[in-house]
């Protein structure tokens, strides 16, 4: 079982900054090898993947974060990041950290954390 816990979540204004971060916890084995990423629901809209990131570091964005944003994970602490630069209201929403466990073939999901971008 993994644990996964958003932090960081906020009101910012448009243009503003913001950094998300998911702990992870529980079975190590998984934690190691989990590919990571960031999912994002916005009101009476579907959660939709918009980042992601390999145990091995590789990436992926979608293209409504591209270019304003950055993952990355410190696997010595199990915590994964998300670095949103130039905020539009449009990036509203509760943002979820999910994880892959590849060795158990199992999915995790925290509760997830709201971003307001108003001003």
């Known amino acids: 079982q993994v644990l996964l816990v958003e932090s960081g979540g906020g009101l910012v204004q448009p243009g503003g900054s913001l950094r998300l971060s998911c702990a992870a916890s529980g079975d190590t084995t998984c934690i190691s090898s989990m590919t990571m990423g960031w999912y994002r629901q916005a009101p009476g809209k579907e959660r939709k993947l918009i980042t992601g990131i390999t145990s091995g570091g590789s990436t992926y964005y979608a293209d409504s974060l591209k270019g304003r944003s950055t993952i990355s994970r410190d696997n010595t602490k199990d915590i994964m990041y998300l670095e949103m630069n130039n905020l539009k209201p449009e990036d509203t929403a509760v943002y979820y950290c999910?994880?892959?466990?590849?060795?158990?073939?199992?999915?995790?999901w925290g509760k997830g954390t709201l971003v307001t971008v108003s001003s």
């Open positions: 999910h994880a892959q466990c590849l060795t158990r073939n199992m999915e995790y």
